[in-house]
T-cell receptor
Framework: EDQVTQSPEALRLQEGESSSLNCSYTVSGLRGLFWYRQDPGKGPEFLFT???AGEEKEKERLKATLTKKESFLHITAPKPEDSATYLCAVLKGSARQLTFGSGTQLTVLP | DTGVSQDPRHKITKRGQNVTFRCDPISEHNRLYWYRQTLGQGPEFLTYFQNEAQLEKSRLLSDRFSAERPKGSFSTLEIQRTEQGDSAMYLC????????????FGPGTRLTVT
């Protein structure tokens, strides 16, 4: 059965303390992996799409990487405004719907 | 480019009542999706439209749920005879058939069934 697992469930960082969030997947025929940010009470906001192992994408303090089994979201020198839940999702084969993990709730303390 | 909009943002209803939610996708997006999200979980797929055709439905979509997308523009999701287990955030997303797979989400409708 296809699975998307995110770890840790929650992460508290001091401002400026870099870290990584993990998304591991067991999906046959992966077509793409997506990262979203979700603030409380709001819909997910698209961040990155990764299509092949070795691919990297960057945006401000965030960098996403992809291997054949997992993806990492690296956060460099985070700020309090980076506090949010980060969701990972996969798209497989000819399917159109995304399969999401449960997310990592990130809190950055000033 | 205005984003995906959803209405209402919040809905409180009593068990057994019917509710209807509306989603307006990004203009020119021909694909529209409905997801449901409960606290502490990621969104779960419910159904998908390409233009006005409903092409896929999840097993989560019981016969109390129905979705439409007349004329391939806005979409509605109706839940009949609501149950407490229907309490969740209902999210709508859209994208366009151009080889870009990312989906853009609306703000969601928070449903509370009392």
């Amino acid at each position: 059965e296809d699975q998307v697992t995110q770890s840790p469930e929650a992460l508290r960082l001091q401002e400026g303390e870099s870290s990584s969030l993990n998304c591991s997947y067991t999906v046959s025929g992966l077509r793409g992996l997506f990262w979203y940010r979700q603030d409380p009470g709001k819909g997910p906001e698209f961040l990155f799409t990764l299509y092949s192992a070795g691919e990297e994408k960057e945006k401000e303090r965030l960098k996403a990487t992809l291997t054949k089994k997992e993806s990492f979201l690296h956060i460099t020198a985070p700020k309090p405004e980076d506090s949010a839940t980060y969701l990972c999702a996969v798209l497989k084969g000819s399917a159109r719907q995304l399969t999401f993990g449960s997310g990592t709730q990130l809190t950055v303390l000033p | 480019d205005t984003g995906v909009s959803q209405d209402p943002r919040h809905k409180i209803t009593k068990r057994g009542q019917n509710v209807t939610f509306r989603c307006d996708p990004i203009s020119e997006h021909n694909r529209l999706y409905w997801y449901r999200q409960t606290l502490g979980q990621g969104p779960e797929f419910l159904t998908y439209f390409q233009n006005e055709a409903q092409l896929e439905k999840s097993r989560l979509l019981s016969d109390r749920f129905s979705a439409e997308r007349p004329k391939g523009s806005f979409s509605t999701l109706e839940i009949q005879r609501t149950e407490q287990g229907d309490s969740a955030m209902y999210l709508c997303a859209s994208n366009i058939r151009t080889g870009r797979d990312e989906q853009y989400f609306g703000p969601g409708t928070r449903l509370t069934v009392t």
